[in-house]
Nanobody, 124 residues
Framework: QVQLVESGGGLVQAGGSLRLSCAAS????????VGWFRQAPGKEREFVTT????????YYADSVKGRFTISRDNAKNTVYLQMNSLKPEDTAVYYC?????????????????WGQGTQVTVSS
């Protein structure tokens, strides 16, 4: 079992930065791939980025490529999402999720473990 808790969300002006954290419990967390997803008001939840268990492989949605960076510290059981050059369209609830591997990494059904989400609001 893996339990995930996101933090670091908040209100920021366009062009600003935020760093989200996803803290996990469970000794097996370091063997899981982790993804970030987001859901904007009135929209479906969408894939943002993912990182492999080792941190060696990362993938990003085109909408965030070059602005967001995912990383992990397995010693701290934590995955980070550094978000720079934020835009109003990045406003959403951000969720982290864990999966046994990165196959079909953008498919939410591959992730059995989810956090409760953290709100990110970007003002124009």
């Amino acid at each position: 079992q893996v339990q995930l808790v996101e933090s670091g969300g908040g209100l920021v002006q366009a062009g600003g930065s935020l760093r989200l954290s996803c803290a996990a419990s469970g000794r097996s967390f370091r063997s899981y791939a982790v993804g970030w997803f987001r859901q904007a008001p009135g929209k479906e939840r969408e894939f943002v980025t993912t990182i492999s268990w080792s941190g060696a492989n990362t993938y990003y949605a085109d909408s965030v490529k070059g602005r967001f960076t995912i990383s992990r510290d397995n010693a701290k059981n934590t995955v980070y999402l550094q978000m720079n050059s934020l835009k109003p369209e990045d406003t959403a609830v951000y969720y982290c999720a864990a999966a046994i591997d990165q196959a079909d990494y953008s498919d939410q059904r591959k992730y059995p473990y989810w956090g409760q989400g953290t709100q990110v609001t970007v003002s124009s």
